[in-house]
């Protein structure tokens, strides 16, 4: 059985003031952790001000939160818990606040984090996460005309003309041009 994921078409920002305490919320379409630290430096350079930056984030089976300062669990998780909940992937929230004065209590705090992730991501934003796999086809020289018709419209990463042509190209999961086939010497997926 294969779950559906989503993700989000466009990042996001939100803004919220719960309490006297302001709640930025930024939504990013992510696809590495690299990618994530350099987006919570640059986020902590233009917030330098604020009191936390509590996160969350799902890469694939790769979900983490931080939060940040806040007593435990009552930041990171409650973000983790509304990914969760849409079936998101591919996805960073970052939560920027400014402490107003008025302690919220661990409740609270939850409340506030979930409801501030909640009201960034609006369900025309979310699409379904595409799956992308890899194969390798060789076939002749006769084919190379037909090979690149059928291949039109996919990403082609590699190329090499020896004996015969090597190709490596990306396909979406279950969407593998079956037309190949009758031209193939070998095929093998990476």
């Known amino acids: 059985m294969i779950l559906k ?5 466009e990042n996001v920002k939100n803004e919220m003031i ?46 983490r939160f931080n939060d940040d300062g806040e007593p435990s669990h009552t930041a990171g998780m409650p973000i983790l818990n509304v990914l969760e909940n849409k079936k998101l992937n591919n996805i960073l929230v970052l939560v920027v606040r400014y402490f107003g004065g008025i302690k919220l209590g661990a409740g609270g705090l939850v409340r506030a984090y979930s409801n501030s992730v909640s009201s960034a991501i609006k369900d025309d934003n979310i699409i379904p996460l595409k799956k992308y796999l890899k194969a390798k086809i060789e076939f002749k020289y006769d084919f190379i005309k037909e090979i690149n018709y059928v291949l039109r419209d996919f990403k082609i990463t590699y190329k090499e003309f020896d004996v015969n042509v090597i190709y490596e190209f990306e396909y979406e999961k279950g969407n593998y041009p079956k037309e190949l086939n009758s031209y193939l010497i070998q095929k093998n997926d990476i």
Not at 5 to 9: D, G, P
Not at 21 to 50: G, H, M, P, Q
Request: hydrophobic share 35%; with cysteine; net charge positive.
């Open 5 to 9: 994921v989503f993700t989000i078409k």
């Open 18 to 63: 719960i309490n006297k305490s302001r709640f930025i919320t930024l939504v990013y379409k992510v696809s590495s952790v690299l990618e994530i630290n350099n987006i919570l430096n640059n986020v902590k350079n233009k917030y330098k001000d604020a009191t936390h930056y509590c996160y969350a984030y799902i890469i694939d089976s790769t979900k």
